[in-house]
């Protein structure tokens, strides 16, 4: 059985449709990864799978429940960590977990050794008697995972866990969501904007833009799919007869401005000459050449065009919008 299931999940506000006709699934154990430019439906997909918005048609299944007709159930099967902490300052965070399992109608004779429990997995018994407002943000973000993680749930949704973060912390905290997942053996559904983070952590990879998914696949098949390798060029200055020389030349896909320049290429080697050659012809002043492999980065221009940015600001905007909408 998969984990997660959509069946040409749509939600539309008014005239905009968010989610446009989205199938796909998720197998038990996975670390899915679930990418998408501001605005691509992203977060109103995760709002759908987690029960938070109803679709406006198609069906979505959460360990075999429908987040539509048995949202309790589905409720029961799923944590949920929130890009914004939801940890209560003022109380330390053994109390925090303590509200939490009593909001999650836990047993009472299971909640202190499941707290001791959580609290270990993300190392923070030292710290539980603390109040959170002297916790660093990663000592935060590892709270809000520990609460996730409670009542045992058999699909984790990690909402942008480690946006803001310093890449210290995001280290750390990838090293945590990897041994959960080993130890715990359940399924993470992983929103993020870091390239890197889906990279290292996912077992597949879904990419959505305009409310479509467009690509489902492993992180390794889709960067081999871009083909061959990648030479990135920096000029002072756009010069399109430079531009149509690359763009003539055999086996070369041409992106870019103008003046920063990426070619896609079966053999870069052998084709690095002959751009220096186009260049001095066309009088182009190259200021940079490097040649590498495809990365995440590239997979996801090429799919949506765009790159991804900090979207902490626009997804609260975001939220605000479907919170009028819903009201």
Same mark, same amino acid.
């Given at each position: ?52 918005? +109803?679709?406006?048609?198609?069906? $979505? =299944?959460?360990?075999?429940? %429908?987040?539509?007709? !048995? @949202?309790?159930? #589905? ?38 050794? +499941?707290?001791?429990?959580?609290? $270990? =997995?993300?190392?923070?018994? %030292?710290?539980?008697? !603390? @109040?959170?407002? #002297? ?193």
């Amino acid at each position: 059985m998969h984990s997660i299931e959509t069946r040409s999940l749509t939600k539309s506000f008014g005239n905009m449709t968010a989610v446009d006709d989205v199938s796909m699934t998720v197998q038990e154990g996975e670390i899915f990864g679930f990418l998408g430019p501001n605005g691509a439906g992203k977060s109103t997909t995760m709002m759908i799978l987690t029960t938070l918005l +109803r679709p406006t048609s198609g069906q $979505a =299944l959460i360990a075999g429940h %429908d987040v539509s007709t !048995d @949202p309790r159930r #589905v409720r029961e099967n799923i944590g949920y960590v929130q890009q914004e902490t939801t940890a209560d300052e003022y109380l330390t965070g053994r109390e925090n977990l303590l509200l939490q399992a009593r909001l999650s109608h836990m047993e009472k004779k299971d909640i202190d050794s +499941r707290i001791d429990a959580v609290l $270990a =997995l993300v190392e923070l018994e %030292d710290r539980q008697n !603390d @109040p959170v407002v #002297v916790y660093s943000g990663g000592m935060r973000k590892r709270l809000d995972i520990a609460g996730g993680l409670l009542h045992r749930p058999r699909v984790l949704f990690l909402d942008e866990p480690t946006v803001g973060l310093d890449i210290q912390t995001r280290t750390k905290l990838w090293e945590y969501i990897r041994r959960i997942h080993t130890e715990s053996e359940m399924t993470v559904f992983l929103s993020t904007h870091y390239m890197e983070e889906a990279d290292r952590l996912c077992d597949r990879i879904g990419i959505i833009d305009s409310g479509r998914i467009q690509v489902v696949d492993s992180p390794e098949n889709m960067k081999k799919g871009m083909g061959g390798e990648i030479i990135s060029i920096t000029v002072d200055a756009r010069n399109d007869m430079f531009l149509s020389a690359l763009s003539a030349m055999n086996q070369a896909e041409v992106t870019g401005d103008g003046q920063k320049i990426k070619i896609l290429t079966s053999d870069g080697t052998r084709l690095m000459p002959d751009i220096f050659e186009a260049a001095l012809k066309c009088k182009a002043k190259i200021e940079s050449v490097s040649l590498e492999r495809p990365t995440l980065d590239d997979v996801f221009i090429s799919y949506t065009g765009r790159q991804i940015r900090d979207e902490r600001f626009n997804r609260q905007r975001e939220h605000a919008k479907m919170r009028r909408l819903r009201a």
